[in-house]
Every structure is written in structure tokens, then in C-alpha cells.
């Protein structure tokens, strides 16, 4: 075989006649080689689709490389050696192209598909070789199939495989369920329908009454309604004469109004009031006129202000010392102020007489000389001397407190203060005061040509809004008189035009109401009253009246349609008729097929009866040589369901009583059991086991590769297995074909 499948990549694996051990460790390839083999012989599916726990063979096994799957298998079938080739072309195909050719001359051989490739060769289909000679170890129980069942009943009965009891016991089931399953089926659905039938009659029988009644109460509110219609009509009639009076009144007001308008109008004329705008303007006018009048006032005041501010400032200029002078002579006079000579008095004069005498006696003394020659030296004329020096001071001394005494006596009589500080003081302060003169001059110029120009302006405004009154109202000669002949003039105006706009609304009232009457109410009849019953009354029970008879018809309706969807009191009799016909045919025809699934049972019965002890007895001989005697003997039931006695022991144990070891043993007999009785003789299908012995001890492993090696004399078998025990029991025996699988890229 030759596989690019699964993780295999162009891998090759070589097998020969009989026992073939396949030796690899886990992840290997064993269980992709046995899923190849399948597939090369029968194909892949490519309607399967990956289900919750289930991923289809077609995305399991698509190659890791990302080739395109396909693979080669060279085989013997009798004395022909043929090569058997698949490929995918296309990718939702996988191996859907097939090809069978005889080697060396690659003559494709007759009769071949790839859909009848297995079922030809091996002998059965793919489900029957799965559940005998392909043997996995997740796999080994055997499974009920219809394609076993036909096997085997084609083996103990006619030799024909066309027959399965699950298939015929299915589809005469499904028969019976058609007719009868608890709340399903034909029957229980035509019991309803005849019971619905029934219902439909007694519906039927009820709407006819309900509808009798419900049109005598149609007739009776019909009537109702045209009475209260009449009485809406009368009322109608009244407004419509209502309206008439009403517009004929609205016509009255409007030319009244009209009228009104119109003598306003004249009247106005004749008067020459001014209009709205002039007289808005003139009032303004006025009201300006008081703002300049406060205005002149307030310059008044402030002119007043000003004159005094400036009479004082003149009166504290002139009560200055320094009045009369100005500022650059006042300061030059505080700055270069004399001081007052004192006049000589007698003290004085003595005073200075001797001092001088003093002074010539020493003089005359220092420069005399007796007689002798001896000068006139020491006391005498130093005494002269002192005393004429002290005088000098004394003398000066009395002159400048007689000078002082005069000095500040005429300071006082002028600035009423001797400190020349404070009169330079009385200078700067006269300077102020000049500056506030001319400051306080300034502003009663300013204020006054303020005055003037308010006073002309207000004097002006004035004359120009006499001048203006005066024209519609000759006796205004003032303000006040003007302004009383303006808020005349306004309310007239204003008379006017709400007697106008009153005329213009009433035409309108007029015209509206004329618009919104029909002509035809215009000379429409009027009646005698009105109705005694008020209009919303009248509505009130026409509403009710009308929603009745809606309702009253609405149930008329319903129970015509439900009597037309009824069919018809014939039409229904009849239909009932036909259902009780049909009833007690399916009747007949379920007790029929009832019987036959007792029949059917009974020969499956006896057919289970025939092959069950026949391969329960090849199971046990087989189950007693894998497991050295332990067990003797082996009951399995219609569904394959297997059972084991051991030896010595009268209770059966139920293979899910057994560990996993005697478990898979017990199967794997089971299985080589059904190999000998299902598969043909002639073709002899290869034998395939994964991993089959994988829960045996050494004891059993070596009982059952002696059994193996004796089944792979009949035919060929591939033994795939993760242990080395295998290989090593047959290591020295040539009849055994041993081969090792690596993960290396030839995988061989």
C-alpha cells in the first residue's frame, strides 16, 4: 500500500501472505494504515458531515502536507495481481477517482467501480466487513447491522441476502406507526377529524340559530337608527335656521359698524386731525420738552453754584496781604522781605560817645611818650580798649533788638505774623487762591453759555410745537393746552380706528358665516321646533345604536362565513360518513399488520434460535482456547449482546462484568467466531486488527497470536500493535511476517 492519507505522506508499507505483525509506537500511522486500506477498498463518503463528538473520515484523514489525497494497492484476487489507484480531483471528493488495472500491463480490469470495488473483492459490504474481520480496539463489540443480519440469514436459510428481520420488522413497524402510534398516525388523525366533523355539525346547528337571532336584531336596530336619524335631521333643520338668523344678524352688525366707521371718518376729516404719527411724534415732543426743561433748571443751579463759588474765590483773592499783586511779584516779595531800620536814641548816642572817647584815650596813651621817654604802656590803656569794645557789641546788640521790635511790628500789622516761613507760606496760599478765582471765573462762563444754549433750545421746541398744534387746535397757546388737544386728537384716532377695525372684523364675520352655509340651507325649510330630546342625547343613543348594529352584523358575518366554512349540513353528513368508512379500513388493516409482526417475530425467533447456539458454540471454543480453559461456554442474543459461563461455575457473567482484558478477548472470539460463519469462503477478506490485543496479558497475547498465526493460514492477516511482545514472540518464525514502523519520512 501506498498512502497519501492522513499524516502519511507518500508512505509504503509492504505485506505479505498470512500473519503480518506491524510493529510502531503510538502516533505512528497504525490506525491511518487500517483507515487507508478501508478506503482504498470501499471509499470515503463525501456526504458526511463532522457532528458534535463525530469529524468525518473526508476532514480526519485530509493529508497534513496539504497535498491532495490518493493512494496505490497492489492485491492478489485469485490468479489475477491488479493495482488498485484512487486520486482526488476534486477537493469536496476525496479518492473519488478510481481506477483498477491489471499489473504489468495496466489493462484496467473489468467490472470494478470504486463504489462496488470492496463489496467484489471481499465478498460483502463495508458494514458487514466492519463488524467481522476489521477489527479495531476501540471496535472489537459487535454491533447489530441489517447487512450482518442478511449475511447470516442468507447462510442458515434460502442462501439469498436480500432479506433482514430489522428491516422488515422496521418498515412493518413503520406501517403500523403510520396508522396508530400513541397520539399519531392515520387513525388517531381520522378520529379527530371525525370528531371534528361531529363538532362542526353541532357548530353548525348553533350558528344557524345564532344567526336568526342575530338578524331580527339587525331589523330591529336598523329601525332604531333611521328614527334617531330623523330626529338629527330636525335638529340639522333648526341650526340650519339658527345660522340664517345669525348671519342676518352679523349682516345687521357689519353695516352698522360700517356706518360708524364712515361718520368717524368724516368727522376726523373735518376736524384735520392729525394722524397717528404726527400726534405720537408731537407727545414726544413734549415729553422731550420736560427732559430739557429739567435740564435747564439743573443749569440754572449750576450757573447759581458757579457765581458764588466765584464771588468767594474773589473775596479770598482780595483779603489776601498780597492782594493787588501779582503771583510773580508776591513770591518775589516774600523772598526779598527787609528788615525795618531802628531809630537813635539817647542810650545809643551816649553809648557810641564813649566808646569812641574810649578808643582815642587808649590810642593817645599807647602813642605818648613823658618827658623822659618813658611811654604810657600796660593797664590804663588796656582798660580803655575793653571798655571801648565792650561797648561796640552792646551798642550793636540794643540796635538790632530796637531793628527786630520794629521789623516784626509792621509784620504783624500786615500779615498778622512775624515768621517769614509763614508769610512765604501766605504767598503759595495766594497763589491757590488765584488759581481758584480764574477756575471759579472759568466755570460761570461755561456754566451760563450751558444755560443759554438749553434755554434757546427749549425756548425753541416750544414755539416749533405751538406752531404745529395750532394748525388743527388754534386755542393751544401753550405746552399744557397743546398736550391736552394732542391726547384729544389721539383718542379720537383712536376711536376711529377700532370703529374701523370692529367694521372690518363684522364683514369678515359676515362673510365667513355666508362662506361656511351651503346655498342650499340658505332657502332651506325651516321647522316649526326643535326637537324635545337635545342633540348630544340624540348622538349619544345614535352612537350606541350604530356601534350595536356594527357588532349585531360584524356576529351576522362571523356566523355566515363559519356556516360557508362548515361546507354545508350535506356536505358534512357526508364527509362524517367517509371518515367512520375510512376508520374501520386502517382498522382492519392494523390488526393485519400487527399480525404479521407476530409472525414476523416469531420466525426471527426461530431463526436467532438456529444461528445463536451455532456461533455461541465457535465463540466459546475460541473464547476457552484465548483464555486457557477459564471459560467453557458462551450465550449471545438477537442483538449480539454476549454473555460468558466459566468453568466450574453455573451463573452466566455478562461481558460487561468482565475486566477489559477478558472483555476483548471475549469479542475478539465473538469476532473470529462471525469471520468463519459470514464471510465467504472463496473470497477469504484479509483480517485486520488495530491494536486488538492491546489489554491481553502474556499469557493470553501468546494464546491468541498461536490462534492468529493458524487463522493467517486460511488468509491474511494484518496484526497492527503499539507492543514489541508480538514481534517478539515471532521472531524466529519464518511463516510470520514482522516489520517495524518508524516516524521517519518513508514511515517504515
Same mark, same amino acid.
Given at each position: 500500500?501506498?498512502?497519501?492519507?492522513?499524516?502519511?505522506?507518500?508512505?509504503?508499507?509492504?505485506?505479505?501472505?498470512?500473519?503480518?505483525?506491524?510493529?510502531?509506537?503510538?502516533?505512528?500511522?497504525?490506525?491511518?494504515?487500517?483507515?487507508?486500506?478501508?478506503?482504498?477498498?470501499?471509499?470515503?463518503?463525501?456526504?458526511?458531515?463532522?457532528?458534535?463528538?463525530?469529524?468525518?473520515?473526508?476532514?480526519?484523514?485530509?493529508?497534513?502536507?496539504?497535498?491532495?489525497?490518493?493512494?496505490?494497492?497492489?492485491?492478489?484476487?485469485?490468479?489475477?495481481?491488479?493495482?488498485?489507484?484512487?486520486?482526488?480531483?476534486?477537493?469536496?471528493?476525496?479518492?473519488?477517482?478510481?481506477?483498477?488495472?491489471?499489473?504489468?500491463?495496466?489493462?484496467?480490469?473489468?467490472?470494478?467501480?470504486?463504489?462496488?470495488?470492496?463489496?467484489?473483492?471481499?465478498?460483502?459490504?463495508?458494514?458487514?466487513?466492519?463488524?467481522?474481520?476489521?477489527?479495531?480496539?476501540?471496535?472489537?463489540?459487535?454491533?447489530?447491522?441489517?447487512?450482518?443480519?442478511?449475511?447470516?440469514?442468507?447462510?442458515?436459510?434460502?442462501?439469498?441476502?436480500?432479506?433482514?428481520?430489522?428491516?422488515?420488522?422496521?418498515?412493518?413497524?413503520?406501517?403500523?406507526?403510520?396508522?396508530?402510534?400513541?397520539?399519531?398516525?392515520?387513525?388517531?388523525?381520522?378520529?379527530?377529524?371525525?370528531?371534528?366533523?361531529?363538532?362542526?355539525?353541532?357548530?353548525?346547528?348553533?350558528?344557524?340559530?345564532?344567526?336568526?337571532?342575530?338578524?331580527?336584531?339587525?331589523?330591529?336596530?336598523?329601525?332604531?337608527?333611521?328614527?334617531?336619524?330623523?330626529?338629527?335631521?330636525?335638529?340639522?333643520?333648526?341650526?340650519?335656521?339658527?345660522?340664517?338668523?345669525?348671519?342676518?344678524?352679523?349682516?345687521?352688525?357689519?353695516?352698522?359698524?360700517?356706518?360708524?366707521?364712515?361718520?368717524?371718518?368724516?368727522?376726523?376729516?373735518?376736524?384735520?386731525?392729525?394722524?397717528?404719527?404726527?400726534?405720537?411724534?408731537?407727545?414726544?415732543?413734549?415729553?422731550?420738552?420736560?427732559?430739557?426743561?429739567?435740564?435747564?433748571?439743573?443749569?440754572?443751579?449750576?450757573?447759581?453754584?458757579?457765581?458764588?463759588?466765584?464771588?468767594?474765590?474773589?473775596?479770598?483773592?482780595?483779603?489776601?496781604?498780597?492782594?493787588?499783586?501779582?503771583?510773580?511779584?508776591?513770591?518775589?516779595?516774600?523772598?526779598?522781605?527787609?528788615?525795618?531800620?531802628?531809630?537813635?536814641?539817647?542810650?545809643?548816642?551816649?553809648?557810641?560817645?564813649?566808646?569812641?572817647?574810649?578808643?582815642?584815650?587808649?590810642?593817645?596813651?599807647?602813642?605818648?611818650?613823658?618827658?623822659?621817654?618813658?611811654?604810657?604802656?600796660?593797664?590804663?590803656?588796656?582798660?580803655?580798649?575793653?571798655?571801648?569794645?565792650?561797648?561796640?557789641?552792646?551798642?550793636?546788640?540794643?540796635?538790632?533788638?530796637?531793628?527786630?521790635?520794629?521789623?516784626?511790628?509792621?509784620?504783624?500789622?500786615?500779615?498778622?505774623?512775624?515768621?517769614?516761613?509763614?508769610?512765604?507760606?501766605?504767598?503759595?496760599?495766594?497763589?491757590?487762591?488765584?488759581?481758584?478765582?480764574?477756575?471759579?471765573?472759568?466755570?460761570?462762563?461755561?456754566?451760563?453759555?450751558?444755560?443759554?444754549?438749553?434755554?434757546?433750545?427749549?425756548?425753541?421746541?416750544?414755539?416749533?410745537?405751538?406752531?404745529?398744534?395750532?394748525?388743527?387746535?388754534?386755542?393751544?397757546?401753550?405746552?399744557?393746552?397743546?398736550?391736552?388737544?394732542?391726547?384729544?386728537?389721539?383718542?379720537?384716532?383712536?376711536?376711529?380706528?377700532?370703529?374701523?377695525?370692529?367694521?372690518?372684523?363684522?364683514?369678515?364675520?359676515?362673510?365667513?358665516?355666508?362662506?361656511?352655509?351651503?346655498?342650499?340651507?340658505?332657502?332651506?325649510?325651516?321647522?316649526?321646533?326643535?326637537?324635545?330630546?337635545?342633540?348630544?342625547?340624540?348622538?349619544?343613543?345614535?352612537?350606541?345604536?350604530?356601534?350595536?348594529?356594527?357588532?349585531?352584523?360584524?356576529?351576522?358575518?362571523?356566523?355566515?362565513?363559519?356556516?360557508?366554512?362548515?361546507?354545508?349540513?350535506?356536505?358534512?353528513?357526508?364527509?362524517?360518513?367517509?371518515?367512520?368508512?375510512?376508520?374501520?379500513?386502517?382498522?382492519?388493516?392494523?390488526?393485519?399488520?400487527?399480525?404479521?409482526?407476530?409472525?414476523?417475530?416469531?420466525?426471527?425467533?426461530?431463526?436467532?434460535?438456529?444461528?445463536?447456539?451455532? !456461533?455461541?458454540? &465457535?465463540? %466459546?471454543?475460541?473464547?476457552?482456547? $484465548?483464555? +486457557?480453559? #477459564?471459560?467453557?461456554?458462551? /450465550? =449471545? @442474543?438477537?442483538?449480539?449482546?454476549?454473555?460468558?459461563?466459566?468453568?466450574?461455575?453455573?451463573?452466566?457473567?455478562?461481558?460487561?462484568?468482565?475486566?477489559?482484558?477478558?472483555?476483548?478477548?471475549?469479542? !475478539?472470539?465473538? &469476532?473470529? %467466531?462471525?469471520?468463519?460463519?459470514? $464471510?465467504? +469462503?472463496? #473470497?477469504?477478506?484479509?483480517? /485486520? =486488527? @488495530?491494536?486488538?490485543?492491546?489489554?491481553?496479558?502474556?499469557?493470553?497475547?501468546?494464546?491468541?497470536?498461536?490462534?492468529?498465526?493458524?487463522?493467517?493460514?486460511?488468509?491474511?492477516?494484518?496484526?497492527?500493535?503499539?507492543?514489541?511482545?508480538?514481534?517478539?514472540?515471532?521472531?524466529?518464525?519464518?511463516?510470520?511476517?514482522?516489520?517495524?514502523?518508524?516516524?521517519?519520512?518513508?514511515?517504515?
Amino acid at each position: 500500500m501506498s498512502a497519501t492519507f492522513g499524516k502519511l505522506y507518500q508512505q509504503t508499507l509492504h505485506l505479505s501472505d498470512g500473519l503480518n505483525i506491524i510493529q510502531a509506537p503510538n502516533e505512528t500511522g497504525k490506525s491511518t494504515w487500517c483507515a487507508f486500506l478501508l478506503s482504498m477498498l470501499y471509499g470515503i463518503n463525501s456526504r458526511e458531515r463532522d457532528r458534535a463528538g463525530f469529524i468525518a473520515d473526508k476532514n480526519r484523514y485530509a493529508p497534513w502536507s496539504g497535498a491532495a489525497m490518493s493512494g496505490r494497492l497492489d492485491c492478489r484476487v485469485g490468479e489475477d495481481e491488479l493495482t488498485l489507484l484512487r486520486e482526488t480531483k476534486r477537493q469536496t471528493a476525496p479518492l473519488g477517482d478510481f481506477k483498477a488495472v491489471r499489473q504489468g500491463t495496466m489493462d484496467e480490469y473489468p467490472g470494478l467501480t470504486g463504489q462496488n470495488c470492496g463489496e467484489t473483492l471481499l465478498g460483502v459490504s463495508r458494514e458487514v466487513y466492519e463488524r467481522s474481520a476489521f477489527i479495531r480496539q476501540a471496535g472489537l463489540p459487535v454491533t447489530q447491522d441489517a447487512g450482518l443480519e442478511k449475511r447470516i440469514a442468507a447462510l442458515i436459510t434460502t442462501g439469498e441476502e436480500d432479506t433482514s428481520y430489522s428491516e422488515a420488522a422496521a418498515a412493518l413497524n413503520k406501517q403500523l406507526n403510520r396508522r396508530r402510534h400513541n397520539k399519531t398516525g392515520r387513525l388517531p388523525a381520522l378520529e379527530l377529524e371525525l370528531a371534528d366533523a361531529a363538532r362542526q355539525l353541532e357548530a353548525l346547528t348553533g350558528a344557524e340559530t345564532q344567526l336568526s337571532d342575530q338578524r331580527q336584531e339587525l331589523s330591529r336596530l336598523t329601525e332604531q337608527e333611521a328614527e334617531l336619524s330623523r330626529l338629527l335631521k330636525l335638529h340639522d333643520l333648526w341650526d340650519v335656521a339658527k345660522e340664517r338668523r345669525l348671519l342676518s344678524e352679523a349682516g345687521s352688525a357689519a353695516a352698522d359698524a360700517k356706518q360708524t366707521a364712515v361718520n368717524l371718518r368724516r368727522q376726523a376729516e373735518e376736524a384735520r386731525l392729525p394722524e397717528n404719527e404726527t400726534i405720537g411724534r408731537l407727545r414726544g415732543a413734549i415729553v422731550n420738552l420736560e427732559t430739557v426743561r429739567k435740564s435747564v433748571n439743573a443749569a440754572m443751579v449750576e450757573k447759581d453754584a458757579a457765581m458764588k463759588a466765584s464771588v468767594r474765590a474773589e473775596t479770598a483773592v482780595s483779603e489776601s496781604p498780597f492782594a493787588g499783586k501779582s503771583l510773580e511779584d508776591s513770591k518775589k516779595e516774600a523772598a526779598t522781605m527787609q528788615t525795618a531800620r531802628a531809630p537813635l536814641t539817647p542810650t545809643k548816642v551816649i553809648l557810641a560817645i564813649v566808646a569812641l572817647l574810649c578808643l582815642v584815650l587808649a590810642v593817645f596813651l599807647l602813642g605818648w611818650k613823658d618827658s623822659h621817654g618813658f611811654a604810657i604802656q600796660g593797664l590804663v590803656p588796656g582798660i580803655l580798649f575793653a571798655l571801648s569794645a565792650g561797648a561796640v557789641p552792646l551798642l550793636w546788640k540794643l540796635h538790632l533788638h530796637d531793628t527786630a521790635q520794629v521789623r516784626n511790628a509792621l509784620l504783624l500789622k500786615r500779615f498778622h505774623t512775624a515768621d517769614l516761613a509763614e508769610i512765604a507760606a501766605l504767598a503759595d496760599t495766594y497763589a491757590t487762591l488765584c488759581q481758584n478765582r480764574d477756575e471759579a471765573q472759568n466755570a460761570v462762563v461755561k456754566a451760563t453759555a450751558t444755560y443759554d444754549a438749553l434755554y434757546a433750545s427749549l425756548t425753541s421746541n416750544e414755539q416749533g410745537i405751538l406752531l404745529e398744534v395750532r394748525r388743527f387746535a388754534p386755542a393751544a397757546f401753550d405746552i399744557p393746552a397743546a398736550d391736552a388737544a394732542l391726547r384729544e386728537c389721539a383718542v379720537r384716532r383712536r376711536e376711529l380706528t377700532m370703529s374701523e377695525n370692529a367694521a372690518e372684523a363684522a364683514r369678515l364675520r359676515y362673510e365667513t358665516m355666508y362662506r361656511q352655509i351651503p346655498e342650499q340651507n340658505l332657502s332651506a325649510e325651516e321647522p316649526a321646533a326643535p326637537p324635545t330630546q337635545s342633540r348630544e342625547t340624540l348622538n349619544t343613543e345614535l352612537l350606541s345604536v350604530k356601534a350595536a348594529l356594527s357588532a349585531a352584523q360584524s356576529a351576522a358575518d362571523r356566523l355566515t362565513g363559519q356556516i360557508a366554512a362548515l361546507g354545508g349540513r350535506e356536505a358534512l353528513e357526508a364527509q362524517t360518513e367517509q371518515l367512520r368508512l375510512q376508520i374501520d379500513v386502517l382498522e382492519g388493516e392494523y390488526q393485519s399488520i400487527a399480525l404479521a409482526m407476530e409472525t414476523l417475530d416469531d420466525a426471527n425467533a426461530a431463526l436467532q434460535n438456529r444461528f445463536s447456539p451455532l !456461533l455461541g458454540r &465457535r465463540t %466459546a471454543e475460541l473464547f476457552s482456547a $484465548l483464555t +486457557d480453559g #477459564a471459560y467453557s461456554g458462551v /450465550v =449471545l @442474543d438477537r442483538s449480539f449482546h454476549l454473555s460468558a459461563e466459566p468453568t466450574g461455575d453455573t451463573v452466566w457473567r455478562d461481558a460487561a462484568l468482565l475486566s477489559a482484558g477478558a472483555g476483548d478477548q471475549l469479542y !475478539l472470539a465473538a &469476532r473470529l %467466531a462471525i469471520c468463519e460463519l459470514v $464471510l465467504p +469462503d472463496a #473470497a477469504l477478506p484479509p483480517l /485486520v =486488527l @488495530d491494536d486488538a490485543l492491546a489489554n491481553f496479558d502474556d499469557s493470553r497475547c501468546a494464546s491468541a497470536l498461536r490462534l492468529l498465526k493458524e487463522e493467517g493460514k486460511k488468509r491474511q492477516l494484518l496484526l497492527f500493535t503499539c507492543h514489541s511482545r508480538e514481534a517478539a514472540f515471532f521472531a524466529d518464525d519464518p511463516e510470520v511476517s514482522v516489520q517495524r514502523l518508524t516516524n521517519g519520512p518513508s514511515g517504515v
